[in-house]
């Protein structure tokens, strides 16, 4: 047992080390992400630890995918992928880890019942970046689905680990969830359009040639967003209240960003990214709080390119 500093009452040893894993877990997001940090702060303590957990381990995987260092090949890459995904299934089970990110998810994890289900598929998406360049919309919908839909299902979880007949809410709401990751991949796949195609050489949107990108097909991919964006918009207010607010900043730091991106043309997208200015981020963070958690509604009478080629 121990004492914290500036504390009296004692410590587990074991919480010391839980409270050091949060912590580097927090330091993961505020790094990271503006957007999601910002978001994450207008959520309940407990509620914004869980989803900090999981969005460090989130993180951590993409910066294997996409941010090697200059002496990793495409095998160390391919090995430590399986190494991160090898201690959080361990850590699922145990509830503990070396790795103090993979500790604090695997916290998060088992409290609010995320499981290999979650896991596996998020995982799968990530190696298949090590890979696969190009994709048809078959395998587009696959690799979104792991990347980005599962996260919105982690997410949801954590918001209704304490509310009664959380499963039944779970169902209904998972939906609009889903639909809330898919459009934030999308959306950074556009944002990203030139950083994807030159620095990564990936071709994620189908449709949309990097070396001659057609406006239309740009207008095509941010109508499909904006599908995406509304059906999230309806599960919002169904939210529980602490997550409300947060959830709905989110959605609308993102349907700025979509606002903007229809501003720009394709080829000027693929030269500057697109960006939502702090002060702008502020604005619209204290008006989803003046709304009290109700949602921008994009416009919806389009009918998207992704959904209705995969017709989910």
């Given at each position: 047992?121990?004492?914290?500093?500036?504390?009296?009452?004692?410590?587990?040893?074991?919480?010391?080390?839980d409270?050091?894993?949060e912590?580097?877990?927090a330091?993961?997001?505020?790094?990271?992400?503006?957007?999601f940090?910002?978001?994450s702060?207008?959520?309940?303590?407990?509620?914004?630890?869980?989803?900090?957990?999981?969005?460090?381990?989130?993180?951590v995987?993409?910066e294997?995918?996409?941010?090697?260092?200059?002496?990793?090949?495409?095998?160390?890459?391919?090995?430590?992928l399986?190494?991160?995904?090898e201690?959080?299934?361990?850590?699922?089970?145990?509830?503990s880890?070396?790795?103090?990110?993979?500790?604090?998810?695997?916290?998060?994890?088992?409290?609010?019942?995320?499981?290999?289900d979650?896991?596996?598929?998020f995982?799968d998406s990530?190696?298949?970046?090590l890979?696969?360049?190009?994709?048809?919309f078959?395998?587009?919908?696959?690799?979104?689905y792991?990347?980005?839909?599962v996260?919105?299902?982690?997410?949801?979880?954590a918001?209704?680990a304490?509310?009664?007949?959380?499963?039944a809410?779970?169902?209904?709401?998972?939906?609009?969830?889903?639909?809330?990751?898919?459009?934030?991949q999308k959306?950074?796949?556009?944002r990203?359009?030139?950083?994807?195609?030159?620095?990564?050489?990936?071709?994620?949107?189908?449709?949309l040639?990097?070396?001659d990108?057609?406006?239309?097909?740009?207008?095509?991919?941010?109508?499909?967003?904006?599908?995406?964006?509304t059906a999230a918009?309806?599960?919002i207010?169904?939210?529980?209240?602490?997550?409300?607010?947060a959830?709905?900043?989110?959605?609308?730091?993102?349907?700025?960003?979509?606002?903007?991106?229809?501003?720009?043309?394709?080829?000027?997208?693929?030269?500057?990214?697109?960006?939502?200015?702090?002060?702008?981020?502020?604005?619209?963070?204290?008006?989803?709080?003046?709304?009290?958690?109700?949602?921008?509604?994009?416009?919806?009478?389009?009918?998207?390119l992704?959904?209705?080629?995969?017709?989910?």
């Open positions: 047992m121990m004492h914290l500093p500036g504390h009296t009452q004692v410590v587990p040893p074991h919480r010391r080390y409270e050091v894993a912590a580097c877990a330091m993961v997001i505020r790094s990271y992400s503006s957007s940090g910002l978001a702060r207008l959520l309940p303590p407990r509620i914004r630890r869980d989803i900090q957990n999981i969005y460090a381990l989130v993180r995987a993409d294997i995918v996409d941010a090697p260092r200059p002496e990793q090949g495409l095998v160390d890459r391919s090995n430590e399986d190494q991160l995904e201690q959080t299934s361990v850590a699922l089970v145990t509830g880890s070396s790795n103090l990110v993979v500790h604090a998810f695997a916290q998060t994890a088992r409290r609010v019942g995320i499981d290999l979650l896991v596996g598929p995982f990530m190696r298949s970046d890979t696969q360049v190009q994709h048809d078959d395998s587009l919908a696959t690799y979104i792991g990347s980005a839909e996260v919105g299902l982690m997410c949801l979880r918001f209704l304490d509310e009664p007949k959380s499963a809410q779970y169902d209904h709401l998972a939906p609009g969830a889903q639909r809330l990751g898919a459009a934030f959306i950074n796949f556009l990203d359009f030139g950083e994807d195609s030159d620095g990564l050489g990936r071709r994620y949107l189908v449709g040639d990097p070396d990108p057609a406006d239309a097909a740009w207008a095509l991919w941010l109508d499909d967003i904006d599908l995406d964006l918009a309806a599960a207010p169904h939210l529980p209240a602490g997550s409300r607010v959830v709905c900043t989110a959605h609308d730091l993102f349907a700025e960003l979509t606002a903007r991106l229809r501003e720009s043309s394709a080829t000027e997208a693929r030269r500057t990214r697109v960006r939502v200015p702090n002060a702008g981020k502020a604005k619209i963070a204290a008006a989803a709080v003046a709304r009290r958690g109700m949602p921008r509604t994009p416009r919806a009478d389009a009918v998207g992704y959904r209705r080629k995969t017709n989910v």
